[in-house]
């Protein structure tokens, strides 16, 4: 093994070194970063049960030489596979797109020289220059450093940046991924790709295998039990007709071609089409879903884990409150656009109307290295997130900034916790410092008083220490502001006069409590699981309405066995300091008890449980790459309310989807059963395989895409979710299925043998236009189970009115043009044939709206009584 020499700390490593250290480490990557291939993307749209009964279905047609049935079904199959390809591979490059969004660049000492180098070409004793701003791009042990914060919310989930020191071996140490806020460093790199932090992390992700969505379990369920059903009905068909006397192969040939004709052709490509609409809605709305499926998914989700920094909250620390002497100044606005205003009971102040609130604002802008500047509409800030949130309360108060330097400074440290400098104010000579309260007021010797300055007392150290510890249980940081008058540049910190405490917090995105609470009254627990403090985490759930019994930290989940977990679970509680492992198995206990768990997150420290979770839903701004290839879902605004409409979403899809699923099988239960007595009558063929064809892959089928697209009721987001292994098909559905099919395959059936005087040609021609429409019109009933039609708006969806019409048409142009006659073997229909098929279409349309309405009619005059009962009571 060869041994490896350090780099010399002035010159770095050479270009030579670099290279062979680039060979012997691989590149500065993280494997889970890398993009899914086209082909294996392709493939896996044709490993559905559904669409496997579909080829088996095609290769069965060539069997029994139905040529035209086998390519008909063929194309299905392929236009299935390229649509559900397509919708995913543009999530896919979409996905690539944002990757750019991440730095890829990085300065390194090389051949005695500072050069800039991609990122990815990074090596283990490369020296890494830092800089406010630069995001570290391998894990690397500090060489010198100077006033160095770090921003680990990427890793830990902690909002508040961390002080690093070449001197301190606790802190000298920096983690790929993570991002410099304040200062500047020299680290030499100790670890790159897989092996640092971040990649170890990547790997615990990459170690949960392949999910399947609830969707797919559904699907794959209903296509084996269409298979069974397929193979049932062609043998009872084929045994049918062997005892009514026909010809054994005859009728062995007729009962696979029927078991062919059983399965609904349309249906995945109605099922993808239906999912790529929706997903492709909800991209304009700001939520790319990586698999067609995962919008459903969301949708049937009962839990939503959440992490908190950067996802409930703003990820920008804000200054909300300052306290001087019991009174308290309130700042408005989040974030660094210093717009907002600094209210003192309700009254608006700015620096020069009260002299306690304009001393503070003076020691926030003058002890300070940050800054904020206004690019493409929007505010942003360069330094410590600690700085930028007091600079910001400044600006606020319409505070004047320093425009001559600091003349001297005694810099923050993790041992002193604070920090001063020194700067002309007018002709004074002042000192402004800021820090932890406690080492604070260390070195004050008074503080403003209700009236003014006065000696720092004991009682004063209480009267300020509670004033601290009701910010603190509020989850504020608070920070501690002094200033005094100096002789000299070079003044020691000492007898300082306390001026007041800041409290700050990272605070919680506007629109998040709303979301929150629709997800609550839709039946969607919400658990929030961070990296963050207990304290900070519960302030957060409080501000968010989200009900907390207890905070419960990662240490103490670690002490707990599964079944104490299960029954924590069960309770009103929050996780805080919590790693990676923690997220995971969490996600992993919830859905042993059959719940559908969504994870929302955006750091690496979220990338395994987003992977593990039913549907991971990452942020597409601040997100990384880990969390991002680890989510099924990116929600490219980074706003935790387009979670809510995709939810909203995924419930409409599912409810279409058994809507047209329930509409297609009853559709094709007609035909069969139509075909089926037709047989025991001894009757020729009712329907030729042609015309089944027209009927499963035309007709209906783009009748059903328009049922898919039917708008979401009123009341879908306050039914709660629906059971896990609750399927698209029930008993209920079934019974449904049958009573339809059995009238329209009667029906069909009497107009056969009704005009069967006139010619095979016109009776059957009669039969198959009448199966048609009564489709077509039957479409109506499947809108809504318990909704009728003049409730929901007989035109509240245009494309199924505008399917009927064209698909109505079509069949017209099956019958009387030409071409279309010659292929579907049809025969012209006259008056009377279309009167027969017009009355027999009635009962399908006044029979089910009666039902619906005598039903709701029922559910009124319940809940009138229920209420007069309520009220006598």
């Given at each position: 093994m060869?041994?490896?020499?350090?780099?010399?700390?002035?010159?770095?490593?050479?270009?030579?070194?670099?290279?062979?250290?680039?060979?012997?480490?691989?590149?500065?990557?993280?494997?889970?970063?890398?993009?899914?291939?086209?082909?294996?993307?392709?493939?896996?749209?044709?490993?559905?049960?559904?669409?496997?009964?579909?080829?088996?279905?095609?290769?069965?047609?060539?069997?029994?030489?139905?040529?035209?049935?086998?390519?008909?079904?063929?194309?299905?199959?392929?236009?299935?596979?390229?649509?559900?390809?397509?919708?995913?591979?543009?999530?896919?490059?979409?996905?690539?797109?944002?990757?750019?969004?991440?730095?890829?660049?990085a300065r390194v000492i090389r051949d005695?020289?500072?050069?800039?180098?991609?990122?990815?070409?990074?090596?283990?004793?490369?020296?890494?220059?830092?800089?406010?701003?630069?995001?570290?791009?391998?894990?690397?042990?500090?060489?010198?450093?100077?006033?160095?914060?770090?921003?680990?919310?990427?890793?830990?989930?902690?909002?508040?940046?961390?002080?690093?020191?070449?001197?301190?071996?606790?802190?000298?140490?920096?983690?790929?991924?993570?991002?410099?806020?304040?200062?500047?460093?020299?680290?030499?790199?100790?670890?790159?790709?897989?092996?640092?932090?971040?990649?170890?992390?990547?790997?615990?992700?990459?170690?949960?295998?392949?999910?399947?969505?609830?969707?797919?379990?559904?699907?794959?369920?209903?296509?084996?039990?269409?298979?069974?059903?397929?193979?049932?009905?062609?043998?009872?068909?084929?045994?049918?007709?062997?005892?009514?006397?026909?010809?054994?192969?005859?009728?062995?040939?007729?009962?696979?071609?029927?078991?062919?004709?059983?399965?609904?052709?349309?249906?995945?490509?109605?099922?993808?089409?239906?999912?790529?609409?929706?997903?492709?809605?909800?991209?304009?709305?700001?939520?790319?879903?990586?698999?067609?499926?995962a919008m459903e998914t969301l949708g049937s989700a009962s839990v939503i884990c959440t992490d908190k920094t950067g996802t409930l909250t703003e990820n920008m620390m804000t200054g909300e409150t300052l306290w001087i002497a019991g009174r308290r100044y309130a700042a408005l606005g989040t974030g660094y656009d210093p717009a907002g205003r600094i209210l003192l009971e309700g009254r608006p102040l700015r620096h020069g109307d009260d002299t306690d609130l304009s001393d503070a604002l003076e020691v926030m802008v003058g002890c300070s290295h940050a800054s904020l500047y206004h690019e493409d509409g929007k505010w942003h800030m360069v330094g410590d997130p600690t700085e930028g949130a007091l600079l910001t309360f400044a600006y606020k108060g319409w505070t004047p900034v320093p425009t001559a330097a600091a003349l001297s400074e005694i810099p923050f440290s993790s041992e002193r916790k604070r920090m001063s400098m020194v700067r002309w104010q007018q002709d004074r000579l002042v000192q402004l410092a800021k820090g932890a309260p406690e080492q604070l007021l260390d070195v004050c010797s008074h503080w403003r008083g209700p009236n003014g300055p006065e000696p720092l007392t004991e009682a004063a150290h209480k009267t300020i220490a509670a004033a601290y510890g009701?910010?603190?249980?509020?989850?504020?940081?608070?920070?501690?502001?002094?200033?005094?008058?100096?002789?000299?540049?070079?003044?020691?910190?000492?007898?300082?006069?306390?001026?007041?405490?800041?409290?700050?917090?990272?605070?919680?995105?506007?629109?998040v409590g709303q979301a929150i609470r629709a997800c609550r009254s839709a039946g969607i627990r919400v658990i929030m699981i961070t990296g963050d403090s207990p304290r900070t985490a519960r302030a957060i759930a409080d501000a968010l309405g989200l009900p907390v019994d207890r905070a419960v930290t990662g240490t103490e989940l670690e002490t707990m066995d599964d079944d104490s977990l299960r029954t924590l679970l069960s309770q009103q509680v929050l996780f805080a300091r919590t790693a990676p492992e923690h997220k995971m198995r969490l996600v992993k206990l919830l859905q042993s008890e059959g719940r559908i768990v969504a994870m929302t997150g955006d750091g690496v420290n979220d990338a395994p449980a987003l992977?593990?979770?039913?549907?991971?839903?990452?942020?597409?701004?601040?997100?990384?790459?880990?969390?991002?290839?680890?989510?099924?879902?990116?929600?490219?605004?980074?706003?935790?309310?387009?979670?809510?409409?995709?939810?909203?979403?995924?419930?409409?899809?599912?409810?279409?989807i058994r809507r047209f699923v329930r509409y297609l099988l009853a559709s094709n239960a007609g035909e069969v059963i139509a075909i089926l007595i037709n047989l025991a009558l001894g009757g020729p063929l009712i329907y030729l395989p042609t015309q089944i064809l027209w009927m499963n892959l035309v007709t209906d089928g783009v009748t059903a895409l328009a049922l898919g697209l039917e708008p979401a009721t009123p009341d879908q987001m306050t039914e709660p979710p629906r059971p896990a292994k609750q399927g698209i098909m029930d008993w209920t559905a079934v019974g449904l299925i049958l009573t339809f099919g059995a009238y329209t395959g009667s029906a069909s059936l009497y107009l056969f043998y009704a005009f069967a005087a006139e010619g095979d040609a016109v009776a059957r021609t009669a039969a198959f236009t009448g199966m048609v429409m009564f489709e077509k019109v039957s479409v109506f009933a499947f809108r809504s189970f318990t909704q009728p039609c003049w409730r929901l708006g007989w035109f509240s969806n245009p494309k199924l009115i505008l399917a009927l019409f064209l698909m109505i048409g079509a069949q017209i142009a099956a019958v009387y043009w030409t071409p279309l006659q010659t292929v579907l073997r049809t025969a012209p229909l006259g008056w009377d044939h279309w009167q027969m098929i017009a009355l027999l279409c009635v009962p399908l349309l006044v029979v089910p709206e009666a039902i619906k309405s005598l039903r709701l009619l029922g559910a009124r005059r319940r809940r009138v009584k229920d209420e007069a009962d309520v009220t006598l009571t």
């Amino acid at each position: 093994m060869q041994i490896e020499k350090s780099p010399d700390p002035a010159t770095g490593l050479t270009s030579a070194e670099a290279a062979q250290r680039l060979q012997i480490h691989g590149r500065n990557i993280v494997g889970e970063t890398r993009v899914t291939p086209a082909w294996k993307i392709f493939l896996r749209q044709f490993t559905g049960l559904l669409v496997l009964l579909l080829i088996g279905a095609a290769l069965v047609a060539l069997a029994v030489g139905e040529w035209v049935d086998a390519a008909a079904i063929g194309m299905v199959v392929v236009l299935n596979g390229v649509l559900g390809f397509v919708q995913e591979w543009r999530a896919e490059t979409a996905l690539t797109a944002l990757r750019e969004m991440l730095v890829g660049r990085a300065r390194v000492i090389r051949d005695g020289h500072p050069v800039d180098i991609d990122s990815r070409d990074i090596v283990p004793g490369d020296l890494v220059l830092l800089d406010a701003g630069d995001q570290v791009p391998a894990d690397a042990k500090l060489q010198s450093a100077l006033e160095l914060r770090i921003d680990e919310s990427v890793l830990t989930g902690e909002s508040i940046s961390v002080a690093k020191s070449d001197h301190d071996p606790s802190c000298d140490t920096v983690m790929m991924g993570t991002l410099a806020v304040a200062g500047r460093a020299e680290a030499v790199v100790t670890a790159t790709g897989a092996s640092t932090a971040f990649g170890k992390i990547a790997t615990l992700t990459g170690s949960v295998g392949e999910k399947e969505t609830n969707l797919s379990r559904q699907l794959g369920r209903l296509g084996a039990q269409l298979g069974i059903a397929a193979l049932v009905l062609g043998a009872a068909i084929a045994v049918t007709g062997i005892l009514a006397g026909r010809d054994a192969l005859d009728m062995l040939m007729t009962g696979l071609s029927m078991a062919v004709a059983v399965v609904p052709e349309g249906l995945p490509a109605v099922v993808t089409i239906s999912l790529a609409l929706g997903a492709a809605a909800m991209v304009r709305q700001k939520a790319l879903a990586r698999r067609l499926q995962a919008m459903e998914t969301l949708g049937s989700a009962s839990v939503i884990c959440t992490d908190k920094t950067g996802t409930l909250t703003e990820n920008m620390m804000t200054g909300e409150t300052l306290w001087i002497a019991g009174r308290r100044y309130a700042a408005l606005g989040t974030g660094y656009d210093p717009a907002g205003r600094i209210l003192l009971e309700g009254r608006p102040l700015r620096h020069g109307d009260d002299t306690d609130l304009s001393d503070a604002l003076e020691v926030m802008v003058g002890c300070s290295h940050a800054s904020l500047y206004h690019e493409d509409g929007k505010w942003h800030m360069v330094g410590d997130p600690t700085e930028g949130a007091l600079l910001t309360f400044a600006y606020k108060g319409w505070t004047p900034v320093p425009t001559a330097a600091a003349l001297s400074e005694i810099p923050f440290s993790s041992e002193r916790k604070r920090m001063s400098m020194v700067r002309w104010q007018q002709d004074r000579l002042v000192q402004l410092a800021k820090g932890a309260p406690e080492q604070l007021l260390d070195v004050c010797s008074h503080w403003r008083g209700p009236n003014g300055p006065e000696p720092l007392t004991e009682a004063a150290h209480k009267t300020i220490a509670a004033a601290y510890g009701a910010m603190a249980d509020r989850g504020l940081r608070v920070i501690a502001l002094a200033r005094s008058e100096v002789s000299d540049a070079d003044a020691p910190e000492a007898d300082m006069e306390f001026v007041g405490l800041v409290g700050m917090i990272d605070p919680p995105r506007p629109e998040v409590g709303q979301a929150i609470r629709a997800c609550r009254s839709a039946g969607i627990r919400v658990i929030m699981i961070t990296g963050d403090s207990p304290r900070t985490a519960r302030a957060i759930a409080d501000a968010l309405g989200l009900p907390v019994d207890r905070a419960v930290t990662g240490t103490e989940l670690e002490t707990m066995d599964d079944d104490s977990l299960r029954t924590l679970l069960s309770q009103q509680v929050l996780f805080a300091r919590t790693a990676p492992e923690h997220k995971m198995r969490l996600v992993k206990l919830l859905q042993s008890e059959g719940r559908i768990v969504a994870m929302t997150g955006d750091g690496v420290n979220d990338a395994p449980a987003l992977k593990q979770a039913d549907v991971g839903v990452a942020m597409g701004i601040r997100g990384t790459d880990v969390s991002k290839d680890a989510a099924d879902l990116v929600l490219l605004d980074d706003n935790f309310a387009t979670l809510e409409r995709a939810i909203r979403e995924g419930r409409r899809q599912f409810a279409n989807i058994r809507r047209f699923v329930r509409y297609l099988l009853a559709s094709n239960a007609g035909e069969v059963i139509a075909i089926l007595i037709n047989l025991a009558l001894g009757g020729p063929l009712i329907y030729l395989p042609t015309q089944i064809l027209w009927m499963n892959l035309v007709t209906d089928g783009v009748t059903a895409l328009a049922l898919g697209l039917e708008p979401a009721t009123p009341d879908q987001m306050t039914e709660p979710p629906r059971p896990a292994k609750q399927g698209i098909m029930d008993w209920t559905a079934v019974g449904l299925i049958l009573t339809f099919g059995a009238y329209t395959g009667s029906a069909s059936l009497y107009l056969f043998y009704a005009f069967a005087a006139e010619g095979d040609a016109v009776a059957r021609t009669a039969a198959f236009t009448g199966m048609v429409m009564f489709e077509k019109v039957s479409v109506f009933a499947f809108r809504s189970f318990t909704q009728p039609c003049w409730r929901l708006g007989w035109f509240s969806n245009p494309k199924l009115i505008l399917a009927l019409f064209l698909m109505i048409g079509a069949q017209i142009a099956a019958v009387y043009w030409t071409p279309l006659q010659t292929v579907l073997r049809t025969a012209p229909l006259g008056w009377d044939h279309w009167q027969m098929i017009a009355l027999l279409c009635v009962p399908l349309l006044v029979v089910p709206e009666a039902i619906k309405s005598l039903r709701l009619l029922g559910a009124r005059r319940r809940r009138v009584k229920d209420e007069a009962d309520v009220t006598l009571t």
